[in-house]
């Protein structure tokens, strides 16, 4: 397919213009992207949108993304995240190929090119300790002053440099730093760090190195080694440029990729800080890194949110330069849609009161014929058991109902999805005055919801067979934080204490036990379910993925 068709379908930005320009220059001639992770926590819905700006630009310009792990602080990277941040890109719908790297596999390289860098006077050993480093860097409106060690020659400079690789000194003795100039009004020019001494086993290449590569030496260098045409980053990295262009020009790497910068994802109600997200598993805020309240991918997927809606959410926000808070909504509204297509339509009743129907027959069980989705007629049917006692939905019956309550009361009428019409007779308290029964009748002649004679009814509810139907655990989930705008300076002031609603004594289809399936459903009037992975035969246990409607940003707002 040609570039410009598939471009046009997927939506422009300024990434895709820029591809698209060196394309028919021929600057390029095969674009090559990567998504690059520090395996030292889990993937966000803010990466998602980095992976799916990576991946899907080489998709659209039949090029290729590489899945790179910049392993290079080993005293926080793990193999749990490898595997994890490999496990969501590919739930999120990409594949890397035979394209999975890691910056340690370069480390020989990059080693060598440091040595290049003393060669060339570029580069010097440093003894001062990190805080006096920090302490002379100077500020935005001063310059910074030379390190004492600044002149030292280059044997000198070669000679400590092989001894810090062959772990003569001790962690923070000594740095390697890039020769700039401490005078640059960007701070990330005033001889930044290239190397430090780091006594650690790496997950990869074990007890081999006792120094490590910083972030921007390695990061630019394993672009240009690998042959990225596109080197696409978030913001924060824009004042990171000029030195990833400095050492690109200084070192005889094999490409010369460019770096560019788009705006990270901020969300309405949702920090994706790592900090803050640690620290809400920390201190038991959620159960975990897959909490369904958490924005992690592990938590959404946990949550039953489907990878297609995520991924038609990033093309929804589109690509920019400027940082912006997108609404929640936005997410959300692409879950519903997506869900809505795909969901089978289940009956579940969340807070059960028993309804005993005084003139069906007794020991009588008849079977009612549901629809599977009622846009997709291929997905067929399925038997719902009808008979005498059954359970509706607590909230659907008022004693003493307003003007515009249309659901069930005493004397009024209402369908029963896809079975009869029913009439409230009586209501039955207990010793504490709630009401725990209704006493109806139904009418015979209305079965599959229509009368004969043309009476109408104003409401339809759904319902359960009370002998047939079986027990579950029903967790409501809701945003996390009660703020749009939540401080993540103080992010425990804004958490939401509605955020979790566990109904212990809901009831569900026999047919939702029985299909054991890990598919999202929807639960008829209530919203979209997925099975929770502690589920079990005998505790079923099911996750809200999402409502209906947006009922939670309305509660908010009337306070």
């Known amino acids: 397919m040609a570039t410009d068709t598939v471009t046009a379908a997927a939506g422009r930005d300024f990434i895709r213009d820029i591809i698209q320009a060196d394309l028919d220059a021929g600057r390029q001639k095969v674009i090559v992207t990567r998504f690059p992770p520090e395996p030292n926590g889990y993937l966000h819905i803010g990466h998602a949108k980095s992976i799916g700006l990576n991946f899907g630009v080489a998709q659209e310009f039949g090029g290729r993304c590489h899945l790179r792990f910049d392993d290079t602080n080993p005293t926080k990277e793990e193999q749990e995240y490898i595997d994890s941040i490999q496990a969501d890109v590919h739930w999120l719908g990409y594949d890397w190929g035979n394209n999975l790297f890691y910056a340690s596999d370069y480390f ?35 310059p910074g002053k030379h390190s004492p060690f600044r002149e030292r020659t280059i044997e000198e400079n070669l ?31 005033r001889d930044p760090v290239l190397y430090r001494i780091l006594h650690a086993h790496h997950p990869r290449t074990g007890d081999a190195w006792s120094i490590y590569p910083s972030y921007d030496y390695a990061h630019g260098q ?134 005993v129907i005084e003139n069906y027959p007794e020991g009588e069980v008849e079977e009612i014929e549901a629809v599977n989705h009622p846009d997709d007629p291929a997905k067929g049917t399925r038997k719902i058991a009808f008979g005498r006692e059954l359970y509706i939905e607590r909230d659907d019956f008022m004693e003493n109902p307003p003007k515009k309550f249309f659901r069930l009361s005493p004397g009024t009428e209402v369908r029963l999805r896809y ?39 104003k409401a339809t509810m759904h319902w359960l067979p009370a002998a047939q139907s079986r027990s579950a655990e029903i967790r409501i989930y809701n945003q996390l934080f009660a703020n749009p705008s939540p401080d993540a300076s103080n992010f425990a002031a804004d958490l939401n204490p509605q955020s979790l609603e566990i109904l212990h004594d809901a009831r569900i289809e026999p047919a939702i036990a029985e299909a054991n399936s890990p598919d999202v459903m929807q639960f008829e009037r209530q919203g979209y379910f997925v099975r929770d ?11 809200r993925t999402i409502g209906l409607r947006d009922t939670f940003a309305k509660e908010v707002g009337k306070g």
Request: one cysteine or more; hydrophobic letters at 40%.
């Open 108 to 142: 020989d390289r990059l080693y060598e090119w440091a040595e290049g860098l003393i060669r060339d006077g570029l580069a010097y050993v440093d003894d001062q300790s990190q805080e006096d480093i920090r302490a002379t860097r100077g500020t935005l409106t001063e």
């Open 159 to 189: 000679d400590l440099f092989r001894r810090m690789k062959a772990g003569e000194f001790p962690n923070g003795a000594r740095v390697l730093r890039a020769k700039i100039d401490m005078a640059s009004g960007n701070i990330n020019l």
């Open 222 to 355: 394993s672009d240009a080694i690998e042959g990225i045409t596109h080197s696409i980053c978030t913001l924060e990295f824009e004042d990171h440029r000029p030195l990833y262009d400095w050492l690109i020009d200084k070192l005889p790497v094999p490409s010369k990729p460019h770096q560019y910068e788009f705006a990270r994802l901020n969300l309405t109600y949702t920090l994706l800080s790592k900090r803050v997200l640690t620290q809400l598993v920390r201190d038991g805020h959620v159960s975990g890194w897959d909490d369904p309240r958490m924005p992690t991918m592990a938590g959404l997927k946990r949550r039953g949110v489907p990878p297609a809606a995520i991924r038609e959410f990033i093309k929804r926000i589109g690509v920019a330069k400027a940082n912006s808070v997108v609404d929640v909504g936005m997410l959300e509204f692409c879950i519903r849609e997506e869900l809505n297509r795909t969901s089978l339509r289940r009956m579940a009743v969340l807070r059960p009161l028993k309804v």
């Open 419 to 457: 079975a009869y019409f029913i009439k409230c007779r009586e209501a039955i308290r207990n010793a504490a005055g709630e009401v725990v029964e209704l006493r109806c009748t139904y009418d015979p002649l209305t079965k599959g919801g229509n009368a004969p004679d043309g009476r109408k009814v």
């Open 533 to 543: 992975k502690e589920s079990a035969p005998d505790r079923l246990v099911f996750n």
